[in-house]
T-cell receptor, first 113, second 115 residues
């Protein structure tokens, strides 16, 4: 049983480009969470999704950021028109029940030039 | 929403000593309290968790205590070793939209175990 998978592990974008981050939850896990971590800082909640539904997006900026978890395939975090402040590590986590987050993916480190 | 405060922000102990990290939370409905360890450049890893129906849980050198009345929980590491050096995060769930909840993290404690 593979753990939570994220790709790419590292992503470099220029200002104004789009970034797409993917997360495949552990098998049997239907709850997916995205967190952002700035250098030397803690984990900030962004969005909580179940299959085909956004449950809580209260931590996600209303502009430029979107997330989805389709019926088939990985969850996608999409950042449009990236800015330097978007540079961070983005971690995905999954769980079999709500909010009992036991497993994080390896993260995607986004660098915006 | 939940407010989780964590102290201290940095902690330096000598190898073999104990380390204690404390967190307080605000949502009295919270009933699940995990602790994570994050080494430099790596993902957070769950090391221990406790539910509100117990006051203490132990796993080898790691223990967590919970005081629901005071709304605080603590991580205890005994006989610390250099490989315990990392950043430790506490977390607590809070009500999001409807009955859903999200996990709110503390700000982290950087533990340094010196020889």
């Amino acid at each position: 049983n593979a753990g939570v998978m994220q790709n790419p592990r590292h992503l470099v974008r220029r200002r104004g480009q789009e970034a797409r981050l993917r997360c495949s939850p552990m098998k049997g896990h239907s709850h997916v969470y995205w967190y952002r971590q700035l250098p030397e800082e803690g984990l900030k909640f962004m969005v909580y999704l179940q299959k085909e539904n956004i449950i809580d997006e209260s931590g996600m900026p209303k502009e430029r950021f979107s997330a989805e978890f389709p019926k088939e395939g990985p969850s996608i975090l999409r950042i449009q028109q990236v800015v330097r402040g978007d540079s961070a590590a983005y971690f995905c986590a999954s769980s079999p029940v709500p909010w009992e987050v036991g497993f994080f993916g390896p993260g995607t480190r986004l660098t915006v030039l | 929403g939940e407010n989780v405060e964590q102290h201290p922000s940095t902690l330096s102990v000598q190898e073999g000593d104990s380390a204690v990290i404390k967190c307080t939370y605000s949502d009295s409905a919270s009933n699940y309290f995990p602790w994570y360890k994050q080494e430099l450049g790596k993902r957070p890893q769950l090391i221990i968790d406790i539910r509100s129906n117990v006051g203490e849980k132990k796993d080898q050198r790691i223990a967590v205590t919970l005081n629901k009345t005071a709304k605080h929980f603590s991580l205890h590491i005994t006989e610390t070793q250099p490989e315990d050096s990392a950043v430790y995060f506490c977390a607590a769930p809070s009500r999001g939209t409807g009955t859903a909840s999200k996990l709110t993290f503390g700000t982290g404690t950087r533990l340094q175990v010196t020889l």
